[in-house]
């Protein structure tokens, strides 16, 4: 590279040339450009440097006093560089690959011998270019967008990620502190993994902070009242009037949440229903001409069971049979997405197989498995390719739709009848949840809401609403998610007209919605099920 580099800036003296313009004059060309300005100008420009940044905080070694191009100490792989062995808990060998440079040619996943098996390839992925610093680069990246820090930005995380893997951080790896603090604002909207040019995903990145974190230092409280919410929430239901008389006695509830390190300002769960208990109760064998399964979620299924009664009705007038994925005697199959926020990797695999085993059969009838919430059927088509479940991980995740895009399908092969109505309302206002931004998934919700005669459909163009699953609730982050929710979605909501409808499809958007605008937003079943003829 040296001998290439003297070269060209030889050509381009003799050729009277400029080595570099207004761009670029930074390590790399530094030491090429001095001849053009001449000692005189490069004396001037040392003495401003000097005057204006006497501590030289500013771009040190650009320009002025820049080191040679090559000095290994600036190289993100410099001499000894490589990954610190460790285990991920999910499965990275997909980027434990080598690529033969001439053919391009490609070794099967895990064949590169890479100690981290995969996980700092993918964190290396992240090139620098600073993309994730634009504030209209898509849902990327919400808590750099509060912030302005480095540190709470993908690149800084990747960076941090990066450092640690390969040992440059201490000991303690990903379960440091310094890796702690730089994803502890990231809301794992997976705004990168669609809007980095380079995908990004750290979201799933956090998974693995998160898990080693939980291994070394335990799992709290907290983490544990969040992720063992689908356990408890079945019994939970039994106790909503108490759980709702305790939320009426400030003082107690207070200390309650304090008990559990949640913000005072969030309500607790109000488990109102079971939908999946009845549903099931009801399911046959007989086979239908039409037939799909409803993954109803935790959230879904106990705080919010209209929707999916709502999604029931909405199937069933199109003429569909609708199983439900709870067998009668057992606990409602779950997407173990609860686990994976506290990094409990092997109690979401427990959860993910267990869904395996018992939706498979449908999946091989041709059945789709179809959810209303977006971070839990979505984890069917994403997280649960890295668990190491192999080719039926991969069908059934093929055979997952959310409920629109079901729908949307369904109507281009021209098998979905649905009669709909002009509702009283006339216009709605929409909020992409950030995975269904991240997996393209928005629009078949506009979709469908457009076949609601006379109804006009406003984007609100939206990064995260800040809830994202607990991350509102807990109490050392409520206020940076609600100036999440004031960067563009709650003034949004606020400017409605008192008769348009608001459709947010994640309970968490939903709930930010009427903490922070009281206003109603509604899951787009139930806006379908109103305009049902
Ligand atoms: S956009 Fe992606 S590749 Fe670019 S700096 Fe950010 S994380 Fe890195
Ligand atoms: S997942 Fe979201 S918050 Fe986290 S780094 Fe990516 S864009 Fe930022």
Known sequence: MRAIAEEASALVREYKGAFSGEHGDGICRGEWVAWQFGPQLNAAFKEIKQLFDPENLLNPGKIVDTPRMDDPDYFRFNKGYKGIPI??????????????????????????????????????????????????AGTMCPSFRITREEQHLTRGRANTLRLAL??????????????????????????????????????????????????????????RFVAEMPRYAAYARHFSSVIAAVERVPFLSDWIKRTLGLAEQRALPNFCGNYLAGAAA???????????????????NYLEPSNAEAAQRVLTAAGYHVHVNKAPSERPLCCGRTYLASGQVDKAKAEAKRTLEYLMPFVERGISIVGLEPSCLLTLRDEFLQYGYGEQAVALSRASFLFEEFLVKEHDAGRL???????????VLLHGHCHQKAFDALRPVEQVLRWIPGLEVKNIETSCCGMAGSFGYEREHYEASMQM????????????????????????????????????ALHVAKVLESALA
């Open 87 to 136: 285990a991920p808990a999910l499965d990275w060998s997909g980027w434990d690959v080598l690529r033969d440079p001439l053919t391009g040619e490609q070794s099967g996943p895990g064949s590169a011998g890479d100690p981290t098996s995969g996980l700092i390839k993918a964190v290396e992925m992240c090139n620098n270019n600073g993309h994730c610093r634009k504030f209209d």
């Open 166 to 223: 390969s040992g440059q951080l201490g000991s303690d790896g990903l379960a440091g502190n310094d890796v702690k603090e730089a994803l502890d604002l990231c809301v794992s909207c997976k705004g990168c993994k669609r809007d980095c040019p380079t995908g990004v995903d750290m979201a799933k990145m956090k998974i693995e902070a998160r898990s080693a974190w939980s291994k070394k230092h335990g799992i709290s409280l907290r983490d």
């Open 282 to 300: 009801k399911q046959g064998n007989a086979v239908y001409e039409k037939e799909v399964l409803l993954f109803v979620d935790t959230f879904n």
């Open 417 to 427: 009848k649905l009669d709909l109505k002009a509702l009283e309302t006339s216009r």
């Open 485 to 520: 929710a004031e960067l563009s979605l709650l003034p949004a909501v606020r400017k409605a007209e008192a008769d348009d409808l608001v459709v947010a499809d994640g309970t968490s958007c939903r709930h930010q919605i009427h903490d922070g605008a009281n206003k109603t």
